[in-house]
């Protein structure tokens, strides 16, 4: 079986000017968004309170929020989380001196206007404001730690053209995971940050692959008596690559399905994440590391001596 | 092609058996004779098994403005003994301000300061010493307010009957704390959150109370509120006026237990001091007799009993209308001690048991059907070579959970999602050497030629492509926390393992079945 033709000859560079256009304007609204609409932090990053509580019967979110308003929390956040009877609640950090009996408080609450029998802990999340901070900043640290480490991996293997190409790509599909968590209001929270570190070695590895490619060509084209161009070469290897390129995404995708419609409510966001990042990577990996390698030639040194070089490695 | 060389046969063979004794545990009980040092069951996440997870924050400054505090008695002690005189004395954070009466007795405080409190940096002029506590000792108390408190914590929570808390050091001041298969996210935190403070001090019965709360406390006296009591509607906090000096405190406990107050027929917490304690409480109740002492816990008076008789056997009560179950909890924190400082509650991730089981469910679900779906989906599109692909994955899975079993990792729900995760990417060297022996056969190879330069080309790209990835997962357990670490484990375990089965495995497979039954039909892939 074959997804894709073996003579198939489809012309990416041909559209790269189309692909920009249609990148750029992504990029913008997805920057737009997140400047604009904001993201929707959940409490790893603000501090604040969260708790997941199961109810006998499903109640009404007004029932809650009424049950929670006399202890001075009727500005929570209440939404159903999976199921009707699960209930999520969040509540900002107070200048109280004891923020983690919030969980308490609201518990007791929920107990005295439900019945204590009706009212289960399913999960209780305190993060300080303290820790909120540390958290933000751990998490930028490790996106940029991500990317440089990249950088500096891929210029040793490749060239630095290679690396800005790879990380030109790592920022759009970061932008635009982010974007459309913006878009759709879903909580923005820890372990989605793991999901984007996630996608960025994804990502990654499907760039890699296809410079991979580009390389070999390359390579194998200088010895030619009539060298093609090195456009050229570099559509040829998208396409060698493009059965790959759709099949590892596929297999992923099937999975990480899996994971999205099976895995539960708490693991739902990271899934999500995980699903946008592996399209959005698919696509970054031919329309943009590619086009931005390209655009790169011979902006970085006498790129003859670095071809040597290059073959010098395995 | 050339022969498979042996020794990789027999590597292959040998960390299949291993892979396979490490699973073990985690399907049966093992037989008695197994070795258990080979490998233990998972270990499951709190947010697998349920339980209680806690950061707690020890206000270390706390511990040393304390520490510092105290040596403002040792000086005056010093100094007493000496008869030098001063003028002023007192601490002020890290610091200690002594200002002497006569400057002509400088050298010989300073000697005595110097002799009494090595673990100052002192410096003089004109009768005036100011102590800064070195550096040195700073961080040595500060680090002994975090063990210490790890000590009391630990002491209260064994008190839960709890199985295998985990109580550890997190960075300079934090504690981690974590009990699994607890549910009781309020007691345990109000078991673990209250310094219990306990100190006896003499109620001046001579003083004025309505004075000193207009705001002219006599020097040798502080106020102390009671508990908050209902009067006519009204809460009210009775004020006493106490001497300042603290009698005997928690450190002179040995033992607390609950009891029953005969006089007012309610929960009480008794007391028992050690030798020490003893001997200072009868010294107290035979010069005071007809006074009061008040009682003081975490700052509260709990009640100002009056002094009828000497008092010899050693042992006290407090009373206050306790619940049962509060003197319970007020009767183990107090046998556990006093926290040097005070903490605070900075992180919690509590999970309900209800919600680990379905999580372990779902996290399984999605596993399991990932695979079938992956299985299926290579063995139709690969056939021959699928299934040997599909046997890889097989062996990778074996391989993780053996290899999470031997290095004792913690299995959570992110944990989870990283091997389903693997399980997809797993399948991706696979496909970049099948990829490219299709382009190889295409290009006319022989069936052995397209098989050799398949792998051959394929191995440079699977090693790039796979170390990049192992970068964003090493960079993910570097900050991450719990959960998240779990996820980077799992991940990078399942990128290394998928890098030995693809192009070990399926090389072996491949070498074995195609090789032997080389014939001139066509390879299924």
């Not at chain 2, 010899?312 to 400082?341: K, M, N, W």
């Not at chain 2, 997962?473 to 375990?493: C, D, E, H, M």
Request: net charge neutral; proline share 3%.
């Amino acid at each position: 079986m074959q997804l894709i033709s073996p003579d198939i000859h489809i012309d990416f560079l041909g559209k790269r000017k189309l692909a920009l256009i249609f990148s750029a304007l992504m990029l913008v609204l997805s920057l737009g968004l997140i400047a604009g609409k904001g993201l929707n932090f959940g409490i790893d990053f603000t501090g604040g309170t969260l708790v997941e509580a199961k109810f006998k019967q499903a109640p009404a979110v007004a029932d809650v929020r009424k049950a929670i308003t006399p202890i001075g929390y009727e500005q929570a956040i209440i939404q159903e989380f999976g199921a009707p009877e699960e209930i999520l609640i969040r509540v900002q950090n107070k200048n109280a001196t004891n923020s983690s009996k919030i969980s308490t408080d609201i518990l007791d609450a929920l107990g005295a206007a439900f019945g204590e029998d009706a009212v289960e802990m399913r999960r209780v999340e305190f993060v300080g404001p303290q820790v909120g901070e540390e958290l933000t900043q751990a998490g930028i640290l490790a996106v940029l730690f991500a990317m440089i480490a990249i950088l500096a991996y891929v210029t040793f293997r490749f060239k630095l053209r290679f690396a800005i190409g790879a990380d030109a790509a790592l920022l759009h599909d970061i932008t635009l995971v982010v974007g459309i968590f913006a878009l759709t209001g879903k909580e923005f929270t820890l372990p989605v940050v793991a999901a984007i570190l996630t996608v960025i070695g994804y990502s990654l590895n499907d760039t890699i692959v296809v410079f991979d490619r580009i390389r070999e060509n390359l390579a194998f084209n200088r010895k030619k008596k009539k060298p093609d161009s090195e456009v050229d070469v570099v559509n040829a290897s998208l396409n060698q690559t493009l059965a790959r390129t759709l099949m590892t995404s596929l297999t992923t995708l099937l999975v990480v399905g899996a994971l999205f419609l099976l895995g539960g409510e708490v693991i739902h966001d990271f899934a999500f994440a995980l699903i946008v990042g592996i399209v959005v990577g698919t696509y970054s990996s031919v329309y943009i590391a590619s086009p931005v390698m390209l655009a790169l030639e011979g902006r970085f040194g006498p790129s003859d001596e670095e071809m040597k070089a290059m073959e010098a490695k395995p | 092609m050339q022969a498979y060389p042996r020794w990789k046969l027999w590597l292959i063979l040998i960390v299949l058996m291993v892979s396979a004794m490490g699973t073990l545990p985690n399907l049966t009980t093992p037989p008695s004779w197994w070795p258990s040092a080979v490998s233990q069951p998972m270990n499951l996440g709190l947010d697998l098994k349920g339980g209680i997870h806690l950061v707690i924050d020890v206000d270390v400054e706390k511990a040393v403005e304390h520490s510092v505090e105290e040596d403002v008695d040792a000086i005056r002690r010093v100094l007493r003994e000496s008869k030098i005189r001063y003028r002023k004395l007192d601490a002020k954070g890290n610091t200690l301000t002594v200002l002497l009466k006569n400057v002509s007795d400088s050298s010989a405080a300073e000697s005595l300061i110097e002799a009494a409190l090595p673990g100052y940096d002192i410096s003089s002029e004109q009768g005036k010493f100011t102590l800064t506590l070195s550096e040195i000792e700073t961080k040595e108390i500060k680090k002994f307010a975090v063990e210490q408190s790890i000590e009391v914590i630990r002491n209260r929570i064994d008190a839960l009957g709890t199985t295998e808390p985990v109580i550890v050091k997190q960075g300079e001041r934090r504690i981690l704390v974590q009990i699994p298969g607890y549910e009781d996210s309020a007691r345990a935190k109000s078991m673990i959150g209250r310094t219990a403070q306990l100190e006896f001090k003499l109620v001046d019965e001579k003083g004025d109370l309505d004075k000193a709360l207009a705001g002219q406390i006599p020097s040798g006296n502080v106020i102390v509120y009671g508990k908050a009591e209902n009067r006519g509607g009204q809460m009210i906090r009775q004020p006493y006026l106490l001497k300042k000096r603290t009698e005997l405190s928690g450190a002179e406990v040995s033992d607390a237990r609950v009891s029953i107050d005969s006089q007012y027929n309610e929960y009480a917490v008794t007391l028992k001091f050690n030798n020490k304690g003893a001997r200072k409480f009868d010294k107290l109740t035979t010069a005071h007799v007809g006074e009061r002492f008040a009682i003081i816990l975490e700052g509260v008076v709990q009640s100002a009993p009056v002094i009828r008789e000497r008092i010899a056997g050693g042992s006290a009560q407090i009373t206050g209308s306790f619940a049962s179950q509060e003197a319970r909890d007020l009767a183990i924190v107090l046998r556990a001690g006093a926290l040097p400082a005070p903490v605070e509650v900075v992180e919690e991730r509590s999970i309900g048991p209800s919600l680990g089981q379905d999580s372990i469910d779902q996290g399984m679900n999605s596993i399991i059907y990932g695979c079938i779906a992956v299985l299926l989906f290579m063995l139709l599109y690969y056939r021959m070579f699928g299934l040997v692909a599909n046997v890889a994955l097989i062996f990778n899975m074996l391989l993780i959970a053996a290899a999470m079993s031997m290095i004792g990792a913690t299995l959570t729900l992110p944990g989870m999602a990283g091997i389903v995760l693997t399980i997809g990417m797993a399948v991706d060297a696979n496909v970049l050497i099948f990829e490219r022996i299709r382009e190889e056969i295409r290009l006319g190879k022989t069936r052995l030629a397209a098989i050799d330069g398949g792998y051959d080309k394929a191995l440079s790209t699977i090693v790039d492509a796979n170390i990049t990835t192992l970068i964003a997962a090493i960079v993910l357990f570097q900050f991450g926390s719990g959960p998240v670490k779990g996820f980077a484990i799992t991940l990078s375990v399942g990128i290394l393992a998928s890098m030995f089965t693809a192009i070990m495995v399926t090389r072996a497979i491949v070498a074995h079945t195609v090789e032997k039954g080389a014939s001139d039909k066509e390879l299924s892939i």
